[in-house]
């Protein structure tokens, strides 16, 4: 075995985290940047048998993870931030994330909760959705290309056998016949018809049962009986197999592993929306989970009236749920800081050049004015609490990655209220009334004649 190299082009290797059949992957150090990274090494000097038709093929692998990298940027997929082809080495350079692949979860022993699994595999699906969104199909969705850490944070990795499916000519494919891991592969995967989002999503199906009964769907004693109940066969109820697993899962999954593509789940979000159903009638009285009370709350505020039950779920997996004291500044007047708020019990006090102009309580949204000014990206108040808070922080480097209906729905949420605010403000102007005498209940009016001057 080949010892460790002390540096990788500009970076300094750490430790091996990882071995395959092509590649190693290491962990590692940019000189220039405090985060560690993934570094993924390929020597092709130690492919000695048919080293050029290997070659060959590993480095159209690594074109395609360097066109992927180019177009997905999602939370719960692999970041790949640099892709270097030389003479006598490849390597791929990853956002590091420090988390286990979902194997460890596969076997009867050691499943997750279902309500994990059902958390887990929705995150895939929005991921997944992102990716085919950017015309990007996975094609070896797996166990193994899944990681978790025990925030349930996810990450999809390896996009190296990704299909680019808005490609303009042959030349532009990066398709190679056989690829994907057979057990997981879908029936037109199987039979080498074109691929579209519907084969992630089988295989993410095949996934979600693996992890809730502990064992495949189909199961053959030779790879050509496999083949048969992959194209033939009907998957066996996982509820039936796993009592813990709620009936109404199965739909779900039958839905998943649809061998017409007619029937089947048409994109990520659909088959999230599904999850989303499931996951809040699963009662646990052992393990109640904090983030079901959020999602209890967040669903009866007014702002989430239009939001579906997915795109709630999904807001509540790129915020943040924050509880703060009384007397606190949350806001500061002309910070460039984008971030915004939904409060869900206490109220805060809105301020500007240090006079106070409004109150804000349960169900109101405050400093978004930094978000919606494109061009200026200031916070035109001060904002601090009154009373003890609860509050959903929304940041926008996370928002802009959410499903477009979520965004747009956020969006559209905020230009209304932020209207009729206005609107109220000017109403108050017209009378000639004094706006800081005005009922505290009368929230918005101080607030929006501070947004009217500036």
């Not at 000695?48 to 060959?56: F, L, Q, S, T």
């Not at 697993?245 to 593509?261: G, N, S």
């Not at 804000?360 to 009154?386: M, N």
Request: overall charge negative; hydrophobic content about 40%; some cysteine.
């Amino acid at each position: 075995m080949a010892a460790q190299p002390e540096r990788i082009g500009k970076y300094k290797i750490i430790r091996e985290i990882g071995r395959g059949a092509t590649a190693i992957v290491y962990l590692a150090e940019n000189p220039f940047y405090p985060e560690p990274i993934a570094l993924k090494h390929i020597s092709f000097r130690d492919k000695v048998k048919d080293e050029a038709k290997w070659n060959r093929r590993l480095l159209k692998l690594l074109r395609a993870e360097q066109s992927v990298a180019e177009r997905l940027n999602h939370p719960n997929i692999i970041r790949i931030h640099e892709t270097v082809i030389e003479e006598d080495q490849a390597y791929v350079v990853m956002e590091y994330f420090d988390g286990q692949s979902l194997e460890r979860y596969c076997a009867f022993d050691k499943l997750m909760p279902v309500h994990r699994v059902v958390s887990i595999v929705f995150k895939c699906c929005m991921a997944l959705d992102h990716a085919f969104k950017n015309g990007i199909v996975h094609r070896d969705i797996k166990p193994a290309n899944i990681l978790v850490d025990d925030q349930e944070n996810v990450k999809i990795t390896d996009f190296g056998l990704a299909m680019n499916v808005k490609k303009q000519s042959d030349a532009d494919s990066t398709f190679i016949m056989g690829v994907g891991s057979p057990a997981y592969m879908s029936p037109e995967q199987i039979k080498s018809y074109p691929l579209n989002q519907k084969t992630d999503l089988y295989s993410l199906g095949v996934v979600l049962f693996h992890l809730l009964t502990g064992r495949l769907p189909f199961r053959a004693r030779n790879p050509a009986q496999l083949v048969y109940k992959i194209i033939n066969a009907d998957p066996p109820s996982a509820c039936g197999l796993n009592p813990e697993v709620p009936e109404q899962m199965d739909p779900i999954i039958r839905k998943a592993l649809e061998k017409d593509l007619y029937s089947r789940y048409k994109n990520g979000a659909e088959f999230a929306k599904d999850l989303s159903a499931v996951r809040y009638k699963i009662v646990d009285e052992r393990d109640i989970e904090q983030d079901n009370s959020h999602w209890g709350q967040m669903r009866r505020l007014p702002f989430f009236t239009e939001f579906d039950d997915v795109e709630v779920w999904e807001t509540l997996r790129i915020s943040k749920w924050r509880q703060v004291d009384a007397n606190t500044s949350l806001i500061k007047e002309g910070s460039s800081d984008s971030r915004f708020g939904i409060l869900t019990e206490g109220r805060v006090e809105i301020s500007v050049a240090g006079r106070k102009v409004g109150e804000l309580g349960p169900g109101e949204v405050f400093g978004e004015s930094a978000f919606l000014d494109e061009q200026e990206k200031r916070q035109i108040a001060a904002v601090s609490t009154l009373t003890p808070v609860s509050y959903l922080e929304v940041n926008p480097a996370a928002l802009v990655l959410a499903s477009e209906e979520c965004f747009e729905h956020f969006r559209t949420r905020l230009i209304g209220i932020s209207v009729r605010r206005l609107a109220a403000a000017q109403r108050a102007l017209a009378a000639g009334g004094d706006i800081s005498a005005a009922p505290q209940d009368a929230t918005q009016i101080g607030f929006e004649l501070q947004l009217l001057d500036s």
